[in-house]
């Protein structure tokens, strides 16, 4: 099954494109003091390690907003700047060149001001984010509402997209976030259907660890399941590094988008003779560095394992003492229990090297023609 895309328009954050046919794109937020240059930076260049594409800061006040600059020198991905309550701020981390900037209509909502705004934001080329929070939203919309529904938080956007539409505005996207998981499905559904703007989605405030990357996975998975999400943000209480793993797991396991290796693995029982546990961590610890995007199965018995090792592009079936080893449906090896994982890893290093060899041959290629093609003419 293929996911039909819900189409959208395309804007750019930085270099990255979001909406229209670009891939959905992985973000994360810095849980440094963003006055903390060091500590900050270090933060970004670990999530860009992890598949990070675009990077958000709190700016709580100008101190952190002058840093932005030094900030942005010492990283590769677009940065976004976190605003609430000060128009002075918006224009503060414009000025310093950010990528793009993230307003909230449930602190700044006065016409006039989010007017200037975006008058501002289309001289410097911003992007800007209308986020709106079930936790933050204008008191008048509650007061009408009586609780934070979905009904409320579209509402909230729909207003500030009018808004910056008569200002001739329009390189916005849109986030519609709540703690409670069907009142985001359900807030993101309905704008969908009114505005065709790129949607930044995601559950806010999802919990820690596990429990939020749970309720993560089910509001983003039934999502993106449906076509609606062109950029997403894991929200943990954890190192921000664990929100992009999330991220990328729920897109690989839709099919959507992969980086690096996926690793199936059977929850084991009875018939499972060997210590399936330890090679499945063996597994995953050893390919943590590959970026080829390849299906691993590791299996522990003789009735699903063939089948679905068979179907990766790498695979081992184990039975009681050793097991076979299968590459794209076919056998290529056997080994005994304790040797199973070591083969396996062999040959899946073996297969990415070369790929990567011919990558680079083919780039090497590519590049030839080229300059015969110049010389040509």
């Not at 891939?23 to 598949?51: C, F, N, W, Y």
């Not at 101190?63 to 503060?92: M, Q, T, W, Y």
């Not at 989010?114 to 911003?126: C, G, H, V, Y």
């Not at 709106?132 to 009586?146: F, I, M, P, Q, W």
């Amino acid at each position: 099954m293929k996911i039909k895309r819900r189409k959208t328009r395309k804007i750019f954050v930085g270099n990255v494109a979001i909406g229209g046919r670009a891939p959905v794109s992985v973000q994360s937020m810095t849980k440094t003091q963003t006055t903390d240059v060091e500590a900050t930076v270090a933060q970004i260049l670990a999530l860009t390690a992890e598949g990070c594409e675009i990077v958000r800061v709190a700016v709580p006040d100008e101190g952190s907003a002058a840093v932005l600059p030094e900030i942005r020198s010492h990283i590769n991905i677009p940065l976004i700047a976190d605003i609430h309550f000060s128009k002075k701020l918006a224009f503060k981390v414009m000025e310093a060149g950010v990528d793009g900037l993230r307003i909230n209509p449930g602190n700044i909502s006065a016409e006039k001001e989010l007017k200037e705004i975006f008058r501002e934001a289309e001289k410097s080329k911003t992007a800007v984010r209308i986020g709106v929070n079930a936790g933050s939203l204008d008191r008048n919309l509650l007061k009408k509402y009586k609780h934070p529904t979905a009904g409320a938080l579209v509402e909230s956007a729909m207003r500030v997209v009018r808004i910056a539409e008569r200002c001739g505005f329009e390189s916005l996207k849109l986030s519609l976030k709540a703690s409670d998981v069907l009142t985001t499905i359900e807030a993101y559904r309905k704008v969908s259907q009114k505005l065709d703007y790129p949607l930044h989605i995601g559950v806010t405030e999802a919990g820690g660890l596990r429990s939020g990357s749970v309720r993560s996975s089910v509001g983003l998975g039934i999502l993106l399941a449906e076509g609606i999400g062109d950029t997403l943000r894991v929200s943990l209480a954890a190192d921000p590094v664990e929100e992009v793993k999330v991220g990328w797991e729920i897109l690989g396991s839709l099919g959507i988008r992969q980086r690096g290796p996926i690793v199936i693995a059977c929850p084991t029982c009875g018939r499972c003779g060997v210590d399936l546990f330890k090679v499945v961590k063996e597994i995953e610890e050893r390919i943590k560095a590959v970026n080829v995007p390849i299906k691993v199965a590791v299996m522990g018995c003789v009735v699903n394992g063939p089948g679905e090792a068979k179907e990766a592009d790498f695979g081992i079936a184990l039975g009681r003492g050793g097991g076979l080893i299968f590459h794209k449906g076919e056998i290529v090896g056997k080994a005994k229990a304790d040797h199973l994982a070591g083969e396996l890893l062999g040959k899946i290093f073996k297969y990415v090297e070369d790929k990567e060899k011919n990558a680079v041959k083919t780039r090497q290629n590519m590049l030839i023609t080229r300059s015969c093609r110049k010389k040509i003419v």
